[in-house]
């Protein structure tokens, strides 16, 4: 890899305001130690100290009452902030309530979120994220702050402290998502950490099918607590509780963790490799037909010979230093090798009556992933107002190596209630590159510096966040046999953000924001265009979100409520020119709520409405419809319950609901709305000296058949049909 291929530099502007905020923070390091006593707090507040995962003086945020979510999360470059003092909404997901809810992986843990759906990607498995009725890819999760770390179709929970779910446009606090996501939200994935008790865990348990699992969790701490190390391993395998559906999942993780005087150094290091075997495939719905009655929900209609395979290593650095009294500095790097083969059928609807047609398409895949990031934080005052100074520059690449190979089109018939199966053909009726060498296909190249300044007035009672980012993207595609470059792209925008907090009261912040998101721009392409346009490359999509909202925070119980609107300009050819002239906006309401607003009892749930619009399209002739797979409504309710009269025993139950959606642009097929009751729960006793737990899950009690999404690929609606009723048993000593 060439040293010009990832270069982390700050530009003379970046440059001038690290050094501005350097000197101005230890110029007034004596002169303000006096008053910064009685002085307002930090806009970007210093949350108390229970963990670190990132390398940071502030720690985790602590548990909020309940233990199910965080007081704050990370906001890109501005590090973690409480959820009083952040002109966002975000939901950060802990892991007592993964294992409370025995989540098997990162789409089992935002399920809990109403502003979530989970689909899945086009013609594969991957897990896919709906947030505010916007597609974000596997691909476009950061790892503790780093994008494309992670294995991109599956990650497994063991790996995770905590799920971060941000909501909303966030190119400026995290850089454009490599993957092209980030519309509607983005997840950071924090690792674990050694605690401050020393822990050795074992956890064994079964699901419906006849899946097996193990786990176990070793943590210490050393050097006066200085250090920490913690292990984590555990292996699934087994049928599903879909009929001949398989899944294997073999995981190691190590987590180091040390704090100097002044300096905090933390490590990871990964591997996962997940398969699945015979696994229900998306359904594509035939055009001009009707969406398909959902056949039963332990059915399945892949093909035996069917698989994905993948296969991941991983590893991050990062390390943060005290510069002065008010200016720390941090610098991270990570990298991913990762290998995937697949082995697809997926079905196209040819009539009402589930008759459909398959044909087979395998592929092979190598990715190549190293990203950084710099950066420093520094805090001063003018006057009266506290200013906190944040600086980061960021550089991402990505090399993709891939072949295929596709069966004979025409491909053969089944039956979405009958299926049937058939030898697998050979994939060689149409190639491209070779499966057993493939060549490099696609690069990525990400580059951005941002600024940003965090205003304190009013004795803390008025927060103001103002910043930018400038963002450069080069994408380059290859030819699959020769290697060739066919195409290329290098454009740059610059995101800007407002944000403002107001408390009128101790307990409660109204806020607003203006914020973007950047994605890749497209280039011209179909055979209804003018040769000379082929391949024309447009500038990085720019999508505007405007945002207002209000936080209470009892202590006990905390509610928050948001109004957003959020346009996506989208690409399409009209009269014989391809160009941008569509337009999708999606605006909506927010209502979420989460604690312990009584001894015992732990609230977690809320509700999404959204209106889906596609404002502009090609001919005016689907204006004003909704836009693929995305309800208008979504609703969790959830809680969790301590039984007085047995001590140890909790009873927990979640109800999803989401409305109807379209599989199509012309909304002629519609998927019912369907509901979805989840129950389980644990018991914590003692048992020769250590402590066990005793954990019993359903998820759809009622075994109930439905199609969960539609599509998630822009312009596709493929289903995706709902998982069956499964029950999960697992117990854990602590020894």
Known sequence: ???????????????????????????????????????????????????????????????????????????????????????????????????????????????????????????????????????????????????????????????????????????????????????????????????NAPLNQVTVGVESGGQAYASFDLARRFDDNRGGIRINAARRDGDTAVDRESRELNLFSVGLDYRGDNYRLSADVGFQEHQLDNARPSVTVGAGLAVPSAPDADSNFAQPWTHSNERDTFGTLRAEVDLAPNLVGWAAFGARNGSEFNALASPTTTDNAGNATMTRF????????????????????????????????????????????????????????????????????????????????????????????????????????????????????????????????????????????????????????????????????????????????FDPYVSRQKEIGVKYDSGKLGMTAALFTTSQPSAYIENGVFGVFGEQRNRGLELSVFGMPAKGLRLLGGLTLLDAEQRKTAGGVNQGKDAIGVPDTQLNIGAEWDVPQVSGLSLNARTLYTAKQYADAANSQQLPSWTRLDIGASYLTRVAERDLTLRARVDNVTDRSYWASAGGYPGYGYLVLGSPRTVSLSASVDF
């Open 1 to 195: 890899m060439k040293n010009s291929d990832f270069t982390i530099s700050l530009t003379p502007i970046a440059l001038g305001a690290l050094l501005l905020a350097a000197g101005a923070a230890q110029a007034q390091a004596d002169a303000t130690a006096t008053a910064q006593t009685n002085a307002p707090a930090n806009p970007v507040a210093t949350v108390v100290v229970s963990a670190s995962a990132d390398a940071s003086a502030q720690g985790l945020p602590s548990s909020y009452a309940g233990g199910q979510v965080a007081r704050g999360g990370r906001i890109g470059l501005l590090g973690n902030v409480d959820i009083m003092d952040t002109p966002f909404n975000a939901t950060n997901y802990t892991q007592a309530l993964i294992q409370e809810q025995q989540a098997r992986s990162v789409a089992d843990v935002v399920q809990n979120d109403p502003a979530v759906r989970v689909a899945r990607g086009f013609g594969n498995y991957q897990e896919l994220y709906v947030i505010r009725g916007f597609a974000v890819n596997s691909d476009d999760m950061a790892y503790n702050g780093l994008y494309g770390l992670l294995p991109r179709q599956f990650v497994a929970s063991e790996l995770l402290e905590r799920v971060e779910v941000f909501r909303g446009a966030n190119s400026f606090v995290n850089g454009a998502a490599p993957g092209g996501g980030g519309i509607g939200g983005m997840i950071n994935l924090v690792p674990k950490r050694a605690p």
């Open 362 to 537: 395998d592929n092979t895949r190598y990715d190549q992933s190293r990203t950084g990031e710099i950066g420093v934080r520094g805090s001063f005052y003018t006057g009266s107002v506290k200013h906190t100074v944040s600086a980061s520059a960021s550089a991402y690449e990505q090399k993709s190596r891939n072949a295929y190979g596709m069966a004979d089109f025409s491909g053969w018939t089944t039956n979405l209630y009958r299926p049937v199966d058939v030898a697998p053909p050979s994939p060689t009726f149409f190639t491209g590159g070779s499966m057993d060498a493939p060549l490099i296909t696609h690069k990525s190249i990400l580059g951005s510096y941002a600024i940003a300044d965090s205003l304190s007035f009013l004795n803390d009672s008025l927060l103001v966040t103002v910043g930018a980012r400038h963002q450069r993207i080069k994408d380059y595609g290859y030819d699959y046999n020769s290697g060739v470059q066919t195409s290329g792209y290098d454009k740059s925008k610059v995101t800007p953000v407002a944000g403002i907090v107001y408390k009128p009261l101790k307990n409660v912040s109204v806020y607003a924001n203006y914020i973007e998101a950047l994605q890749q721009g497209p280039v011209a392409a179909g055979v209804n265009i003018s040769p000379g346009q082929q391949g024309q490359v």
